[in-house]
């Protein structure tokens, strides 16, 4: 399986790192991952602070991977016990094919501790703090006002997929997290979308795309209606999200 052996690669390649702990989280860690779709969404905990020794390592550990055919979605932060504690801080991230620097959010902070798959060493629980509640929902309503509410705006952005995807199962998760206090995979986000009013054929293509063996190729019309169908409905819908429990 092209998942597991690239898996087995990157821990037997990160071993002289000395990492204290590997985790996944997202699609692999929650249950609904789709090989060939989904991302694999890791984190490490290294021993010490990441130098520029380390990221230089970091770097030649990816560029290695680049052999292994689902390279491309392994995306991983590097953090440092030291550096656990905050989750604003930005650490050391490969993804998309590059480094750069982002935090771990309240979200995936709390699906590890959830529903964390331990790939190498320490469970979540024994080298990361809790999420609070407060902490949890505050990150969650800035994301949806801060990020996705300004981006609707952006019409060019919403003819492609990606965006089409994240923005609905998105905001279905935001959802269900303020308004049950628990988090939810992208199939059960799915499968929210259409009591929370969201437009049935554009969720109905997501899961097309998603699950189905052979999607069908869409064509400019149905990219453009789509667009103006999600943008519609996600504004007024993010705005009543961010007043209800802003």
């Known amino acids: 399986m092209p998942t597991e052996s690239l898996l087995a690669r990157f821990l037997t390649d990160l071993t002289p790192l000395r990492p204290r702990a590997v985790w996944a989280h997202g699609s692999l860690a929650g249950g609904d991952y789709q090989e060939g779709r989904s991302d ?32 491309a979605k392994l995306h991983c932060s590097y953090l440092a016990p030291a550096t656990l504690d905050d989750p604003d801080r930005s650490h050391l991230t490969w993804a998309h094919r590059r480094v750069m620097r982002r935090p771990v959010t309240p979200v995936t902070r709390r699906e590890l501790h959830d529903f964390g798959r331990v790939l190498h060493g320490e469970a979540p629980a024994a080298l990361l703090p809790p999420v609070p509640e407060r902490q949890l929902s505050t990150f969650v309503v800035r994301d949806q006002r801060d990020f ?4 609707v705006e952006r019409a060019r952005l919403w003819t492609q997929d990606v965006w089409v995807d994240l923005g609905l199962v998105t905001f279905a998760r935001a959802t269900v997290t303020l308004r049950d206090g628990r988090l939810i995979s992208k199939r059960e986000a799915l499968a929210e979308l259409p ?11 997501i899961t097309r795309r998603r699950y189905d063996a052979a999607a069908p190729t869409a064509d400019d019309v149905w990219l453009t209606r789509r667009a103006e169908l999600t943008r519609a409905y996600l504004a007024p819908a993010i705005d009543v999200l961010v007043t209800t429990y802003g």
């Open 40 to 71: 694999l969404d890791l984190i490490a905990v290294l021993p010490d602070e990441v130098g520029l020794t380390t990221v230089r390592r970091v770097v030649a550990l990816h560029r290695r991977l680049r052999t292994e055919p689902l390279a």
């Open 148 to 151: 996705w509410r300004p981006h």
């Open 195 to 205: 009591s929370l009013g969201a437009p049935a054929e554009v969720v109905e293509d």
